[in-house]
Nanobody
Framework: VQLQASGGGLVQAGAALRLSCAAS????????MGWFRQGRGKEREFVAVISWSGGRTDYADSVKGRFTISSDNAKNAVYLQMTRLKPEDTAVYYC???????????????????WGQGTLVTVSS
């Protein structure tokens, strides 16, 4: 399984950015895809998750109302639309996949089986 994240860049505060994650290697008929981020000197933290079946979503409180996660099952792709970006959103953003979307560890790194390489988002003030 390979996950390829893209779409990062340098933007000003208040701007929008869309991240993409393409999954390949095996069909994803179940499970879920998530986005995490890691700022410099910080631990990796949960951002958002969406289930492949049913599209159930969850968000970190810090991004609710600003970020939207979506998926394209036909393309095995997941997107993270980020709006009203803040300097504190600056981080490397990682997409991750879990084979079974069960209740536990949905917002924890331990709950994911595969990880992409990350894409850097820098928000200037």
């Amino acid at each position: 399984v390979q996950l390829q994240a893209s779409g990062g860049g340098l933007v000003q505060a208040g701007a929008a950015l869309r991240l993409s994650c393409a999954a390949s290697g095996r069909p994803f008929s179940s499970g879920a895809m998530g986005w995490f981020r890691q700022g410099r000197g910080k631990e990796r933290e949960f951002v958002a998750v969406i289930s492949w079946s049913g599209g159930r979503t969850d968000y970190a409180d810090s991004v609710k109302g600003r970020f939207t996660i979506s998926s394209d099952n036909a393309k095995n792709a997941v997107y993270l639309q980020m709006t009203r970006l803040k300097p504190e959103d600056t981080a490397v953003y990682y997409c991750a996949a879990r084979e079974i979307d069960w209740v536990g560890f949905r917002k924890q790194t331990e709950g994911y089986d595969y990880w992409g390489q990350g894409t850097l988002v820098t928000v200037s003030s």
